[in-house]
Structures are given as structure tokens and as C-alpha cells.
């Protein structure tokens, strides 16, 4: 299937220190990609490098073929590219409905920002609730409901979510993940760095594996998960040995 | 002594009208650009300099020289920021490098309209026939600036909470990664900024000269008080700042009757903002910020 987003052979970072090493990553249409990982692997440097967030080393970032390597953040927003970061994906001093109402900040139109908004408290009707509550007042569920609903105001056709799943309890959590599903299912590409293996990769149809800042393995998510080795890699054990 | 505590809640809310005008540019750009910017002082002399040049040598009035002033100064202020700080903090400057350059770009242009205008004293020759309102005593500068204050606390409350801008501008100052993560500019938002900011020093300029006198130290005389009430407020706080101009102009008038009735002379009240400022960066370094979570 032709991929809607893609990166290829991706060295990113900050500042001179290259963190992620050629790296390359698609993702298609109605699909959902993992890219899992150990702690200090380089997941969300990875994620942030495409949207221009860290500094690019080399390689290129295409969305339906166009390179947006070298475009600002706002810019590939505006084309299609929603992202949610792990923490801090909210603004805190603005209530639920501003922070959609900032989501949907490139859209032309009350009317289309208005139906947006009826979509994303249709899906998240907790949201709706208490759309006069401040961001910052949130309980870690609805803060990160807010943040996929904020990054959906967008109108993305690639989601790319850094660690959604992080510090929530499994209600939450399995409410983000059904939530995923259904955005998938209206032909959006998901892209989801996450610590919680086994939960992502239940969602996942693909995944790629970081270590230290490289792809070390990639394939169809169950084969993946039924792998013994790469199941520790995802821990992050004996990842001396997989590097030598 | 008899004291006239109206009169003194009256200048408080006259001293606090200036220092709110004064501030709200200090406190949003800081907000947003994350350093102090010592410049704004030269902004507020820039406005009554201009101010003075509309309404005296071209003889078009007060209300004529507030516009063109905002206009003008606010332009000279998005320069600033396009031309020096924006390209020195692409290049990694740090808050003190900012500073320093602020500090710097505010004497180029102390000393410049210096040498344009005058390091004379200049007086707007319209005279603010005082008169009394029971046991008040106001002139209508006075009752304008009042005016002027309430009306920006009102036009910047729509703006911020009402508009497209003004949620972006809080958005921005709040976490500007997420805010390009959600397909704002943050660049033309932060140039909007600089303008309504640089716009107002320059109308608290007109103010500030039309009270007392025109000179390249109009601006510089009034800056700490107006630091101090972006910090007390909470830097990037707008409401905060609302706030904070009040009771530091509260403060300041309280704090002439105590110099008076000790004898000293009422300069000292310079002294009341420095303690004020001292007091909230060891006690509350946050300012009233939590008490006014909206921007």
C-alpha cells in the first residue's frame, strides 16, 4: 500500500549530538505503525524530527509524496500532519474548547470549525462536559483525550502520538486506544510511540524497534511480539548484547 | 494633618491607569520572547516624543497624537524585535544576552532622540484645567488616562479570550512547541504582539509627558514601577498585571502620605516599587499569576 507519510534514513537531534541514527519509517493510509523501544532509545526525537521540532541531520520527511523535510512545524500542520506530544500537549490556562478552537487554527470557516468540534466531543463526550474547564485542571485522561482531539481539529491524515498511554490506568487507556482504532478506521494513519508494548502492538497491523537511536528490527506486529529477542529489546534488556 | 484619603485612592487609581497602560507590552512580550526588554522604556519616550510632534508642532491634538503614536511606535517597537532580538534569538542568544542587547538598543535610542528632538524638558501646552468633584480634585488628563486604562483592560480582555489572536497569543506564551504542533505561526503571532505592546508604551508615553514634562528620560524614569508590575502580575500575565498596576499605584500614593508625614521627601516613592518588586521575587517569584490562570 503507498504510504501517506514516510521518513527516510533519519538522523536527528540537538544541538551537534546526532540522537537517532538512519532511521526510516511509512506509514499508510487506515493504518496504525508502533515504534517501540527501551528508555533513551530515540523514539520521540524520531517523532519530533519529523515535524521539524529537533534538529534534521540528514534524510527526508514526505507527506503523499511532497518532502516537507525542510518546512516549518505550523506549515506541515496545515497540510495534513496532526502531532501530540507526551507531556506538556496541552495549554493549560486555555479551557477545552480553546484548546480545540487552537487545534483548528490554519481551518477557514465558524461553521467548519464549529462541525469539528461536534465530531471531537462526539468521540470524547467527557470533553464535552466540561469544555468550560481549564486544560490544566484535567485528570491525565481527559488531558490526553484533549491533546488527540486537539491534534484532530487539524484534520490530519497522519496522527503521530508520543507515548499516549504513558501514566494513565487501564481505563483510560483502553478508551484511548478503542478511540484510536476508530480514527484509524476513518482513513487516518496513525503513528504511535509507546513504552506499553504489548498494548500498542494489539492495535498495531506493523512496528519498528529502537535501540539506541537505531531501527534494529521492523515487521508485522505480531510476528514482532512473538519474537523472544525483540521482546526484550523492548524492555530494554540485554541490549548490549543485541548492539554488539 | 488632614488627609484627603479620597484624593489618594483617586491618584492611586490615576498612578495605576499609567502603569497599567505602561505594562501590558512589558509583560507580553516577555511573555512570549522569554526576556525583559529594557528598550520599552525608550518605546514610552519614542510615544511621547511623537505625541508632542503631532499634537504641538503639527497643532492635530491629543486624541490625533495618540493614534499616530500607537501606529508609529508600534512599528519601531516590531522593528526592534524583527531586526535585533528575532535574529539574536535564532542564533541561541540567551535571556541575558537579550537583556543586555535591550539595555543597549534602549540607550541608541535614548541618546538619538536626544540628539533629534532636545535634552530639554518640552511641555504640552494644553492646559488641564483642574476642578473639583466633591472633595476630589481631577482634571480631564486624568479622568482620559483613567478612560484609556479601562478601555484597553476591556479591548485586551476581548481580544484575548474573544479572538482567534489573542487565544494564540496566550497559547504561544504558554508552550510555543505545542503551539506550532497545532499549526500556528508563532512568528506573526509574536510580531502582533510586539506592535499592540510597543503601540501602548507609546500612548503611556503621551500620557506620562502630557502629566509632567518631554525629555529622553521620560520613559527611563518610569520603567521599574512598570517592571515591577509585570512581575508582581506574573510575567506574560495580562490580569495579573491589571491587578499589580493597582495596588503598586495604591502603594506608591499610600507610601507618599507616609514619606509626607515622616518629613522626607515624596522622590523616595521610586523606593515603595524597588521594595514591592524585592518583596515578590523572595516571596512569590510567580507573581499573582495563580490567581489569574487565564493567560
Not at chain 1, 466531543?121 to 482531539?149: C, T, V
Not at chain 1, 535501540?211 to 521492523?218: I, L, P, Q, R, T
Not at chain 2, 524583527?82 to 535614548?110: D, E
Not at chain 2, 520613559?219 to 510575567?235: Q, R
Request: charge should be positive.
Amino acid at each position: 500500500m503507498r504510504p501517506v507519510f514516510s521518513a527516510e534514513n533519519i538522523s536527528a537531534g540537538y544541538g551537534d549530538v546526532a540522537i537517532v541514527r538512519g532511521v526510516s519509517v511509512k506509514v499508510a493510509e487506515s493504518e496504525i505503525v508502533a515504534i517501540v523501544g527501551p528508555n533513551g532509545s530515540g523514539k520521540s526525537t524520531l517523532l519530533k524530527s519529523f515535524l521539524g521540532l529537533v534538529r534534521l541531520f540528514q534524510g527526508s520527511v514526505f507527506y503523499q509524496d511532497e518532502d516537507i523535510s525542510k518546512i516549518t512545524p505550523d506549515r506541515a500542520v496545515s497540510l495534513g500532519v496532526g502531532y501530540v506530544p507526551q507531556v506538556n500537549n496541552v495549554f493549560p490556562n486555555l479551557n477545552i474548547s480553546e484548546n480545540l478552537d487552537m487545534g483548528a487554527y490554519h481551518r477557514k470557516g465558524k461553521t467548519s470549525i464549529k462541525a469539528g468540534m461536534a465530531e471531537i466531543y462526539e468521540m470524547f463526550p467527557e470533553l464535552e462536559a466540561r469544555k468550560s474547564a481549564l486544560a490544566g485542571n484535567l485528570s491525565g485522561g481527559e488531558r490526553q483525550m484533549l491533546a488527540i482531539g486537539r491534534a484532530m481539529m487539524a484534520e490530519p491524515k497522519v496522527l503521530l502520538l508520543d507515548e499516549p498511554l504513558a501514566s494513565l490506568s487501564p481505563k483510560p487507556a483502553s478508551v484511548i486506544m478503542s478511540k484510536l482504532e476508530l480514527i484509524r478506521k476513518n482513513r487516518v494513519a496513525i503513528m504511535i510511540v509507546e513504552q506499553n508494548v504489548k498494548k500498542v502492538l494489539s492495535i498495531s497491523s506493523r512496528g519498528y524497534v529502537l535501540v539506541n537511536g537505531a531501527c534494529v528490527m521492523e515487521g508485522d506486529a505480531d510476528t514482532l511480539f512473538a519474537e523472544e529477542s525483540s521482546q526484550q529489546r523492548f524492555l530494554g534488556l540485554e541490549t548490549k548484547s543485541i548492539d554488539s | 494633618m488632614t488627609i484627603n484619603w479620597a484624593q489618594v485612592l483617586f491618584n492611586s487609581v490615576v498612578t495605576g491607569s499609567f502603569y497599567l497602560i505602561g505594562a501590558v507590552g512589558i509583560t507580553l512580550t516577555y511573555g512570549l520572547s522569554n526576556f525583559p526588554n529594557f528598550a520599552h522604556a525608550e518605546l514610552i519616550t519614542s510615544g511621547a516624543f511623537i505625541g508632542y510632534m503631532v499634537a504641538e508642532q503639527l497643532g492635530l491634538g491629543i486624541p490625533v497624537a495618540l493614534v499616530i503614536s500607537f501606529l508609529c511606535t508600534g512599528i519601531v517597537g516590531l522593528l526592534c524585535y524583527r531586526c535585533i532580538f528575532q535574529p539574536l534569538a535564532k542564533k541561541g542568544a540567551t535571556i541575558i544576552h537579550l537583556m543586555v542587547a535591550s539595555i543597549a538598543l534602549g540607550f541608541i535610542l535614548r541618546h538619538s532622540i536626544g540628539a533629534v528632538w532636545s535634552w530639554e524638558p518640552l511641555y504640552f501646552t494644553s492646559t488641564w484645567r483642574a476642578f473639583t468633584v466633591g472633595p476630589l480634585r481631577v482634571t480631564w488628563l486624568w479622568l482620559g488616562l483613567i478612560f484609556a486604562a479601562l478601555s484597553l483592560a476591556t479591548a485586551m480582555h476581548f481580544v484575548l479570550v474573544k479572538t482567534k489572536i489573542g487565544k494564540a497569543i496566550r497559547a504561544t506564551s504558554s508552550n510555543p512547541e505545542l503551539a506550532l504542533a497545532s499549526g500556528i505561526n508563532i512568528d506573526k503571532v509574536i510580531w502582533v504582539t510586539w506592535f499592540i505592546g510597543a503601540g501602548l508604551a507609546g500612548i503611556a508615553g503621551i500620557f506620562r509627558g502630557a502629566d509632567t514634562q518631554i525629555w529622553p528620560m521620560t520613559g527611563w524614569d518610569a520603567i521599574l514601577p512598570i517592571f515591577a508590575v509585570a512581575v508582581l502580575g506574573g510575567i506574560g500575565n495580562f490580569y495579573g498585571a491589571i491587578a499589580a498596576a493597582f495596588i503598586i499605584g495604591l502603594a506608591e500614593n499610600i507610601g507618599v502620605v507616609g514619606l509626607t508625614i515622616l518629613g522626607l521627601s515624596t522622590t523616595y516613592r521610586i523606593g515603595i516599587a524597588f521594595l514591592i518588586l524585592i518583596i515578590t521575587l523572595i516571596v512569590r517569584p510567580q507573581g499573582l499569576a495563580m490567581l489569574f490562570r487565564r493567560t
